[in-house]
């Protein structure tokens, strides 16, 4: 996979409770010339203080926290355009689609070994979006048409023919290069059309809250 | 005693009906009344000569059969006075005559009531009434000649006659005219009226019989009182009075007999059924008869057969209602009496008994008892409705009770399958958690707690248990229909390991492939099988490759052949414990397993039936 070193060294922040994870996510970090830690906190509140005055350029955020959930910080982080990973440890649609709703760029494996924990993280500060074909089944389901008796009063955004093409084989289990050779499409722009999926998840207004969260609901059983 | 008080009631009532029958006609008073004179025969083309001196003296009411007369015509003549001046305005009134009637006045005709000759018309039941045109009269003696002409059975009737002022007549005439005419028309109607009314009430309910006989007595009845109003008849004599006599018997027996034990919840009997066609036997044996033998049978044999079989229904009722004293069955015994009585009354005239001029009552008293009986089957019939909507809406009480207790036992069954099958549910994944992710970290611990501890080792299995533990999770999310999705996220899960080991991953997965349902156990039992491959492949292999292929060798199969090209040489063959795994979990998918050492590397190929029932 192609990873272009950033033109300057990248500051990264940790939203986790682990500190054994803490660790070895700081040494990995650290141990790569083009990244560095800059904070790390293991509770909401004291990392939402920080982040009011302070943007690191990458977050590394756990969802599971004792005070919260890490959903609030990715949120304000993404408003101060943070790019955000969420910490997983099954890569699941259900801890990774609401990280991604909030803002959440991409989600990181918390069993990772060094190497590619610093992959990811360039990946996503290169402005690739990570996915595996559960999520991008689940996103299809997400943006399918409502039922032909449900009246949709507001405006939802929808999937275009190509976006729909490009979840379905990678729900199928096909590679990006396997997706861009199916579609004729290269991977770079195979990897926008997951970007830009990924800031469809973000919702425009509160009716259509109420419509993406009762499908999430349906979808999710 | 009680029957005999029974009896005493409805001996009161025959009394009453009796009397009323017996009551005098209205007759106009202030008015000149022939109450005799002399009659003359001839014959139809032969000229009359009249010697009043010498003639024979009738009294009026003239029956020609008290005095043995046959024939078809007879001439009555008298005289009567008028006052100085003449009068004029006067009118003739004959109440009765049979069949019909021609009046002169001083040798000038004044009147007749129609066709004189055959097929003559009968006005046995209407007045006869000719207004004296002015002048004709004389002050003084006038003479009254009265040619009465009789029917194919030659018996003829003269009642009293009644000459008088036209405003003194002519009010009895109308009186005459309205009761034995207009009402007997009216209830003719009705009597069609009600047969249609029950008659559909007869379409509606087929099983109780009672309404299609009634209907079909009405009916019967209602065209034989056609022969008492019907003057100029279309047929021929013998014919329209055969229909007469046989619409009497027909009535008698179907609405007397038949109707009655339908009404009283008898069965049918095959004797009904011979009685039956014996009656249409005798009924056209009845016309084949020459007159006058035809209407001497019918007046004096057929008429009081008619009488016996109606007071069958009548012994009927009474029966019946001594057995039960219901109210309503007292009203239809009562009308079915007087019904009789009135019947016996009109025997009594067809014999000359009771003089013919009161005429027959029957009619009359038809309308009583089918309006009774008629209203009676109504009420019947709604009570049935009702009874019927009653049992209905029980029906559909008992239908919703029985409903909602079934409702409520799918509920029940529905909840326990579903208790059930969760806890099956959950037991599989205590069973898998504890066979993997179990293992795995009471593996880890134990090696921890060696004396010297290969962390790496640890390591190794640690990473196991997540690795069992993510396969447990993509089992259990997806969906029957979802192979490949399923093998979508395993190969999600195993490239970065490959890729990391330097071992490029050939994916040979077509979106057209059939794939089997398989439930999250099945799920997990063929992601273990694979990943078991990957990690052999990876620990034990030098493969730089592995190919991982779907197809359908047949219809109904799903070919799963993953494979490395790996020395085989290098490979253990014998069955550890993980190809031991790989072949339980083989058979637990119910699939068929090979697993070759070939010179391009080792395949492992699963072969799984595409139309087993998923294990959910």
Redesign the interface.
Known sequence: MDVSTPAKQLGVAILEDDTALVSKLTHAIDSAPQLHVVASFNDVHSCANWLEASAPEIFLVDLQLPDGSGVEIIRKAAEKNVACIVLT?????RSVVSALQAGATGYLLK???D??IVESIILVANGESPI???IA?FVLKYFAPPPPDTSVEYEVAHLSAREKDVLTL??????YS?VGNRLQLSINTVRSHIRRIYQKLDVNSSGEAVYRATRQQLISG | MKLAKLLATYGVVIGIAIAALLIPLDTPNHVIRIDSAGIAQSTPNSQLSIDISAAQQRQLPDDWRRHQQRGTTLTYFTTFVTTNPAPVNWAVFIPSVRYNARVKINGQTIGDGGRMSARVVRNMRHPLYFEIPPRLLHAGENNLSIEVKSGLDEIGYLSKVYLGVISEIRPYYERHLFYRVTVFKAITVALFSMAILVGMLALIRRVDREYFWFTLATTIWGFHSFSYFVVDIPVSEKLWDWLAFVTIAWFSYFGGVIFIRRFLKIDSSQRERTTTWLLMACSFALYALPVPRFYDVAYYAWHPLCQVIGSYGLIRMFVAVARNRRFELHILLVSGTILITCAAHDLAVVFGIIDWGRGYTMHYSMALVLFVFGTVLIRRFSANLVEVETMRDELEIRVEKRRQELERTYEKLREEEKHRVIAEEHERIVRDMHDGVGGHLVSSLTLLRADEANIELVEETLQNALVDLRLTVDSLDHGDDDLLLLLGMFRSRIEPTLNSRHITLRWNVSADIAAPKLGPGESLSLLRVLQEFITNTVKHSNANAVTFSLENASADTLTITIQDNGDPLHRDRSKGRGMINIQRRASELGGELTHEFTPGGVVLRLVLGLHAQPDN
Do not use: M
């Open positions: 440890a099954f890569a699941d649609e069993d990772s070994d190497p590619q595996n074909p559960k089944n990678i729900a199928q289990g096909r590679s396997e």
